[in-house]
């Protein structure tokens, strides 16, 4: 039985907002992590949500915080409320208000703010009009060298700069490798066949190693040479599985164009470099692969097109370097591209609204349809090319300083950033999903038990189910608008270029975590992004009006997040009341 009935109408609110709170999550934080897969043209929104919405969950239920930290990054010591436990009931519900409102703002016009530091700033608020300035945490006592850094509010500000430089060089040098390696050598079809499985086992690798060290409530018992050769076993058997059997497949679909071959033809592997002369194919079969750069225009392409409507009369900005280039002075390949396949007319999920009244079951069931499936609608890159604002700048041109790389090899590395984007996803949900679960299981730990457990409180399943759902459902209705934000509206993505964005997040994320240092997903990948578009040659293919706009965001959320939860809190604990003076 609960002990703190009295207080049955702060759980209520509570709950409301950590709903709102972990929905806004989703929208913002879930969707930026995916917002390069879907720039890529990887995966269409809609396959990224369905592949989202499985990994998420299971993260967050199958690993995620059974066990999650009461206070954030220790930023309030929990004994200040030894004595009055529904206060610090009162601030973590005045914290979940803050953050859902701020999130929902910053989503609504396109910051990606990092939700981990918007529950700090919450938390800073309503700790100052509690306990006062002294009772938060600013810099760790006791403390020297990097463990300055992990904890205290100057882990948000050192994380500005920390968790975007750090992933923006491991991009860079992940396709430093795959530029001069595979994309600029001749036949750089061969090139990766070679490259590829390395690739597939060194992402296992690391993805084993983030689970193993930032793996929720499930923890390894192995020493640490047991772990090393768990990571170690990992890799070589992605390794070996990738070149049995996912490369002679490969192999018969581009070099060869086997139109016949689905997915289940994997299973064959060796087999398959058995097979026959390929058939014509018949005129209605779907042949070839998709164009990854289609509707993203070269140099010479946006002048002709410009000159054609009469905008440009002079040439060329000879500042603005030509990337494909690079291409023209390479050898030419020996494997014949593949045909490109032309996109089937996108099929409307929501449909044309029906006739009849507001309160018709058919209306009333496409309006359901609208709130969930509208953003799956949306052509995501459509969209972030076509959106005309003050933070577009000159899109076009910045994307016409990015090479246009042989579209086999980018087809090829479609499905390496597929991988690290799912397996990121799973461990997405394990660990940040507790930046919602943590204050709600606090607020009903408290509730039930009328005491306090210390800096760790128990997360019932249903916690987690609960606001794992509202994550889902956040990221699938409103996750579009941080997507077009991202992505291709910051620099050119391709599969190259996105997988090294991602895996250059993750390391980045693992090296982190195992020295104690404060990162951020969302500034992980915005950092990777950058990044890796530097590496086009050229500063000017980079939109960084959309850079500082996002750096911006990072900047005003824990002070906007503290303002507003410190305020709710100051006046609840001040407001005059009946029988006081």
Partial sequence: MPVLHQYDYILAIGTIFAFFDAYFLGANDVANSWATSVSARSLTYFQAMCVAAVMELSGCIGVGGHV?????NNIVNVDEFQSAPALLMLGMTCTVVASSLWLGFATKIGFPVSTTHTVIGGICGFGIAAVGVNGVKWIPKGVSGADILNGGVVSVFASWLIAPCMAGIFAVILFTITKYLVLLRKDPVKRAFFLIPFYFGMTASLLTTLLLTKGGSIKSSLSEQGNAGVIVGVGASVFLLVTIFWLPWLWRK????????????IFLG???????????????????IRDYYADHLTLEEVQAKRAAVGTVT????????????????????DTKETPIRTPKPRKSFVGPKPAGSNFH???????????????????????????????????????????????NVEHMYRFL??????????????????????PYSTIYQVWSSG??????????????????????????????????????????????????????????????TRFGLPVSTTQCITG???????????????????????????????????????????????????GLQ
């Fill in 314 to 333: 002079a040439a060329a900005d000879p500042e603005i370097t030509m990337a494909t280039g690079e291409n023209e002075g390479a050898d030419k390949e």
């Fill in 528 to 578: 990777a992004t950058v990044g890796v578009g530097l590496c086009n040659g050229d500063y000017k293919s980079i939109n960084w009006r959309m850079v500082a706009w996002i750096y911006c965001g990072w900047i005003v959320t824990v002070p906007c997040a503290g303002i507003i939860s410190g305020c709710l809190m100051g006046l609840i604990i001040n407001a005059p009341r009946w």
């Fill in 254 to 265: 581009i070099v060869h164009q086997d139109w016949q071959l689905g997915y289940q033809h």
């Fill in 451 to 512: 005491e306090l457990t210390g800096a760790k409180t128990e997360v019932p399943l249903w916690i987690l189910g609960f606001l794992g759902a509202a994550m889902i459902i956040g990221l699938w209705t409103y996750g579009y608008k941080i997507m077009i934000n991202l992505g291709n509206r910051i620099t050119l993505i391709s599969p190259t270029r996105g997988f090294s964005c991602e895996l250059g997040s993750t390391i980045t994320i693992i090296i982190a």
């Fill in 270 to 288: 060796p087999l398959l470099l058995r097979r026959g002369e390929v058939p014509p194919p018949p005129e209605d079969a779907d042949v070839g």
């Fill in 417 to 438: 950033q597929m991988m690290t984007a799912a397996t990121a996803s799973f461990t997405h949900g394990a660990n940040d999903a507790a930046n919602a679960v943590g």
């Fill in 361 to 407: 079951p058919k209306v009333l069931l496409w309006w359901v349809k609208f709130i969930l499936l509208r953003g799956v609608d949306l052509d995501i890159v459509e969209l972030q090319k076509n959106k005309q604002d003050f933070l577009a700048g000159d899109l076009e041109m910045a994307h016409a300083g990015a090479a246009h790389y042989n579209n």
């Fill in 68 to 72: 999650a930290s009461t206070i954030k």
